[in-house]
């Protein structure tokens, strides 16, 4: 039972992990998109 929450645990931690590069991708993405958005309204 230990183990398996250990396990379980370890899990979510790389879904987490995961999650997080996925949205500073999209973030950094975002900003990029935003500054050519900036530059060519101007």
Do not use: D, P
Not at 8 to 36: D, P
């Amino acid at each position: 039972m230990t183990f398996y929450s250990h396990v379980n645990i370890e899990g979510s931690k790389k879904k987490q992990e995961v999650v997080l590069e996925k949205y500073a991708a999209a973030c950094r993405h975002q900003f990029r998109c935003f500054i050519c958005c900036w530059l060519t309204r101007r």
